[in-house]
């Protein structure tokens, strides 16, 4: 039993953006992160939820991160856009850069978009969901700290690297999914840490390179890359092509210039997409129909689509809100400037005690 | 102990072509699949050498590859080369359009290869390092033959579908990656089963959808993918991708197609490149320096990259030739004309009995 209480959508949406205005970020930033964090809530995952405003908050007090910085838009090439993030978040960047990564694609067929110097904050799906939404296909990656061993290897080097990829299905949600090239999410290691709980053999090493159950070993040590020298290669191939082909930090650099202080990763990102519609001509609807085949291959069999359960939480958020534990909720309240005279509870429907 | 035949890799060149020609295939088309059949020998994947020469011959034979085959190179999109394949084998095809494909990376930044209505038979390593010996970074992606069980299935859907990356570096060999989204390859369990061996949980499903140690269950149920829910969600991203977005055949339809003939899978294949110049201009010679601190960081603490087998094994081959087990040699021989008054011996440096 938790106690928890209930927000709308757009209990959530007011409430990350008082957090985040009255903590010095500019509009343009802030309304950017806000829609992050509401879609997040909305499909009930947490980790990029309002809990993250507990983070940004904290990256921004440490001085890293540039509160109201104005992303540039550069036309790099013909199927190349490039948007400089000036040290501000992702997601205002992401914002920016899609129209004209769009316009590319659909003119060129694929094309790429690069964020550069930004601090990370999006969750990838979010992002390749906003370009499948337009009918096109997506790939999204990034690197982050070093916290991963290389197969074979029993040092960090690589970050959790996600890979994330969406696409477009006539009716309905986009096909996506969104993963760590890690075994597990590095919060998972976490939570069994201060739960006093152990870990799987196979979830990380300890310091000395050795499989670990002891969380605490394993956060000190490595991580290691989920499906073993594949994933090690995946994690590689994603440091190259969100590192120096975009002239961006790679894990362990980011890793560097963070100088121990804590701060989220501050990286570049690649986005590619794809244009079906360029791509087949006239074909593109008896193709997307075709690909939907392969859906129901996969869901008559019993197995499951990779984003079903923030599809299925989606449906019901919309209309019953979200519950957010009551005890982040004032962590969350206590970063709003404490001498204004408003009433808290204005942020959310109801309070009660429910099993979470 | 396997009495070997050593062939120089002109030897394996000439012996290919020969084999290939006097099977009624095309000049052209033979002398492409020969310089892929030398490359694989080279590099000691002999999954992809001479030995494919007897299920090629065969393929041809069963009347579904198109012998002579011209493939046709078309302008498709400012970033989309389209080779039809006319229903030839996938070298050719690949050779003729990365020309194209090369100059609207390099113009573009970003720019994609289709190949459709090809037969499947290249190693997608070698066609990215192609690539990537041009300066540029790859991607390749192909789906095959519905073999393998979507994570939390049990029905054979996916194909063993590769997915291949190629890495640029300054100096000496590429970073290049090529595996299987499967758990492993299907040939690795036909062996076992040959052997009269058991195989590891985890590489297969019987009929009911229950793991199974036999390989002989678990190739008439489903081989599963590498890395749980993560690889069976690279698999269907690869049907996608290299099925209807570019207008070619999914696994389980490539399988329909081939009518239980048991011919090499008939499908498309997706290629992307990357320019890491004209990404970064001036700064391309940093970056590309930049990226060896990576491999030197994977290699020093002992991880191996993933081609270094080959690498080292091509540095051997050149010079001393290449051993074939001399009953595949002699099956290989037989493939050619039997009224020929010719000299198979002249195909080979030396026969010897040594541990292969």
Redesign the interface.
Known sequence: MTDVVTLSLDDVRRLSLEVLLSNGMSEAQAAAIAKVITAAERDECYSHGVYRLIGCVRSMTLGKVVRDAIPQVID?????VRVDARYGYSCLAFELGVPLLLAKAR??????L?INNCFHFSALWAEVEAVSAEGL?A?ALTPSHSWV???????P?FGTNP?A?S?PRPAGHS?T?D?A?SEVARGEIELRRRGGETIPLGWGLDQGGEPTTDPASALAGAMVT?????????S??I???A?????DF?S??SKAYDEGVGAVPCHGELV?A?D?E???GS?VIV??S??E??FD??TG????L?SQRRYDARVRTVIEGVRVPSALYEDILALLPQDANREPASFHLATSAENM
């Open positions: 790099h090439a013909p199927s190349v003119q060129n067929g694929i094309a790429a690069i296909a790939l061993a290389p197969a074979g290897g029993k040092e080097l890979f990829f696409w096909y999914f993963f090239t989920f499906g073993g020298h594949k994933g090690s290669a995946l590689t191939m440091e190259l092509l590192g120096p082909l975009i002239g790679m362990f650099e590619i794809l079906p360029r791509f087949l074909e193709n997307l075709r690909a085949r392969l291959a996969i069999q019993g197995a499951r990779p």
